[in-house]
């Protein structure tokens, strides 16, 4: 599968872009994942788990950076991110949580259940 979701919400006052690049390409250009509107909208996007992915987060409206980071997300868990302006502060701020754990990968999810087979085709000859 090596998909995690991710999900953006903003509780800014303007529309913001997020932009990603895999640490896998090297010069890559980055490329926009999503869109979100303002004033407490959300966006999710399926994202892969294979590389290491930097996102970057943009004001619609003008042409600077609100957050950018670089993190490896885990098979099959939910991601949440964040962008709101504190109280104490003028400055937006992202902030981010993990909503469900990832897949544990050494459980096996295709192993039966512990059978226990008992040959009795030779109970009877004795």
């Not at 980055?30 to 996007?45: F, R």
């Not at 670089?70 to 992202?94: F, L, N």
């Amino acid at each position: 599968m090596d998909q995690a979701l991710l999900t953006f919400h903003n509780k800014l006052t303007e529309p913001v872009r997020v932009f990603f690049t895999s640490d896998y390409c090297y010069k890559c250009v980055k490329q926009q994942l999503v869109s979100v509107k303002p004033n407490n909208n959300n966006t999710s996007a399926v994202i892969s788990t294979k590389f290491t992915l930097t996102l970057q987060v943009e004001p619609q409206t003008r042409n600077s950076t609100l957050c950018r980071w670089s993190r490896t997300y885990k098979e099959g868990g939910h991601y949440s991110v964040w962008m709101q302006t504190p109280a104490a502060s003028a400055d937006p701020i992202c902030s981010f949580s993990v909503d469900k754990s990832p897949n544990n990968a050494y459980l096996r999810k295709s192993e039966p259940p512990f059978s226990l087979c008992i040959d009795q085709t030779g109970a009877e000859n004795e």
